[in-house]
């Protein structure tokens, strides 16, 4: 059994599902900054309406950015605490890998040039292309961080694919609106994958000058 | 997914996770007061060169330490997760982004192993460290200095605490790294004053010592603060700009003194309040990274003669953020059943006379 969860954008998601990919039971929180505090609870609410316990458990999977920064933290430091009782394998994907998923898993996208876009809140988009062939998706380019012109101009005639927190600033471009999902999540799993609880922040801790007076 | 509680007459083992600061840390401990295990994993040269902790670099580290931390305590103790009774981590306060990591990985812990979850502040873990190490039983009088805190108060029992006074501007630890600051020594500064105070002279300046005398149990270190910094420019002036080496251990002998000499006046105070107010407290136990100071200890344990005072202060390793203490605090608070639930909020800001007690 597999325990998948996400808490990377805004609120937070948990599945336990079979080994075959069927979902079992999940729950959606979509309060802001509720994660540090359901979260933990939640994914034993899950566990408990499957009948299953954390000892059923055969494999974790979560994502690890880019996305918020205390979000990416929460869903990792949750991680490494099952991981270390549990003593079983955690794999993280990277949410943007895991939003193109969930677009393809709702059969919402069938183009070959996709561009996942997350807002950063920062100002910038997150941004990742893929390319779509035979219903499989293959990366195109690293995740990076781009101001909206550069955004603009790197989509060109492509299918933008974002999530509905962050649609509002994409201002006029045409995009498909999908929630992260966690079938989208397992399945980018079974594509890109890390084995380490390694984080995908994209963006630097954003100090540039250090301080030289008290 | 009842929470399990022990039966068995085997001794209580806690885990302990601190990640409110600049220090990742994992601890084991045992109800017979053995250290299992303890791993502390400084962030000081992620921090250095901002000449003081950035929140989001912190929050970072903690998260790329505190996996491997967790596997290395189990190693070092040839315990696995299952041995443990009770699961105990910082849940405030601090720089949140850390104590995000450490709660989340705790309470995740304690969920999957089905045992019970105690959400420690961060000040409990300096206010009982004392009695891990020594045999103090309650009450006792608390001198808290550190980066962040400075305060005194009456610690009646596990989650029983009445402060007594407050700093109303900067922490002791604060200034210390400010003054160092000022002075170009490396961060963190504290160490490097008292380091370089041993060859300076104490009298040599005569900085001002803020509310020496008053009756209130208050602390005031920001005007000695601007003082100390006044001297520096005025002093890099008439030196053109580079002090030599037998003036700064001037600056930091007579600084460090006149901070001895505060404390020592501010906790004489305190004394002398308890003991009209409250004179079944006849111990006195300090704590917090500038308790690590020698100057300072040597002050305090002057005052503690004078007005017959026990004096206690943990070994200087347990004096500074670490994980042993915050297990400690949880196996504390777990024997007198205050354990938590799982939907605990981290908090930046926890003052102590908010802790959930035994009568709460």
């Known amino acids: 059994m597999i325990l998948v969860f996400d808490a990377s954008i805004e609120g937070f998601s948990v599945g336990v599902f079979h080994l075959n990919s069927s979902l079992i039971q999940s729950v959606t929180n979509s309060t802001p900054y509720s994660h540090t505090e359901f979260l933990v609870p939640t994914i034993q609410g899950v566990l408990s309406k499957a009948n299953a316990q954390f000892q059923d458990l055969t494999q974790i999977v979560t994502t690890k950015g880019p996305g918020s920064f205390t979000g990416i933290r929460v869903g990792l430091a949750t991680a490494a605490g099952l991981r270390t009782a549990l003593n079983i394998p955690v794999m993280t994907v990277n949410t943007l890998s895991a939003l193109a998923h969930s677009a393809m898993s709702h059969h919402i996208v069938n183009t070959s040039d996709i561009h996942a876009v997350l807002d950063t809140k920062c100002g910038e988009f997150y941004h990742q292309s893929f390319s779509c062939k035979d219903g499989k998706l293959f990366v195109e380019t690293p995740p990076r961080s781009l101001p909206l012109k550069e955004l603009i101009s790197v989509i060109g005639s492509g299918t933008v694919v974002t999530d509905p927190s962050s649609k509002s600033m994409l201002e006029n471009i045409p995009c498909v609106t999908t929630l992260l999902t966690l079938e989208g999540v397992l399945s980018a799993s079974n594509d890109t994958a890390s084995e380490d609880l390694q984080p995908l922040y994209v963006r630097s801790a954003n100090i540039n000058h250090p301080k030289r007076d008290a | ?360």
């Not at chain 2, 209580?12 to 401990?29: F, H, K, N, Y």
């Not at chain 2, 299952?82 to 709660?103: E, M, Q, R, Y």
């Not at chain 2, 039983?137 to 005194?152: D, R």
């Open chain 2, 1 to 360: 997914m009842d929470v399990k509680y022990k039966t068995d007459n085997k001794t209580i083992i806690a885990l302990g996770i601190e990640t409110s600061c600049d220090e990742t840390s994992v601890a084991l401990i045992n109800a017979n007061k053995e250290i299992l295990a303890h791993r502390v994993a400084s962030q000081i040269k992620d921090h250095e060169i901002y000449g003081g902790v950035v929140p989001e670099i912190a929050a970072r580290a903690h998260l790329s330490l505190l996996p491997g931390l967790l596997d290395q305590v189990f190693k070092d103790a040839s315990l696995t997760p299952s041995d443990v009774d009770v699961i105990a981590a910082t849940t405030g306060p601090g720089l949140i982004g850390g104590v995000v990591v450490g709660t989340m990985a705790a309470k995740a812990m304690a969920a999957a192993l089905g045992k019970p979850f105690v959400a420690v502040n961060h000040l409990e873990g300096h206010a009982l460290t004392a009695r891990l190490t020594e045999t103090i039983e309650f009450p006792f009088v608390l001198l808290l200095v550190s980066g962040g805190h400075c305060q005194t108060m009456l610690v009646e029992n596990v989650g029983t605490y009445k402060v007594l006074g407050s700093t109303l501007d900067d922490a002791v630890g604060e200034c210390f790294d400010k003054v160092a600051k000022m002075l170009g020594l490396p961060y963190p500064g504290g160490p490097q004053i008292e380091k370089l105070a041993v060859n300076g002279n104490p009298k040599a300046f005569d900085f001002p010592r803020p509310m020496i005398g008053q009756k209130h149990l208050n602390f005031s270190f920001s005007g000695l603060k601007t003082s100390v910094r006044q001297a520096i420019q005025k002093l890099q002036t008439e030196h053109d700009g580079t002090l030599p080496e037998s003036i700064v251990a001037d600056v930091c002998a007579s600084f460090q003194q006149t901070v001895a000499r505060v404390l020592y006046d501010r906790i004489k105070q305190a004394f002398l309040y308890t003991a009209e107010h409250h004179p079944d407290y006849k111990q006195f136990v300090v704590a917090g990274g500038v308790a690590a100071n020698q100057h300072i200890r040597g002050a305090l344990q002057t005052v503690c003669a004078e007005i017959e005072f026990a004096f206690y202060a943990p070994p200087l390793s347990l004096c500074t953020d670490n994980g042993a203490m915050i297990a400690w605090a949880g196996l504390e608070r777990f024997q007198k059943g205050l354990t938590d639930s799982l939907d605990i909020k981290p908090r930046p800001r926890w003052p102590m006379d908010q802790i959930k007690g035994i009568s709460a």
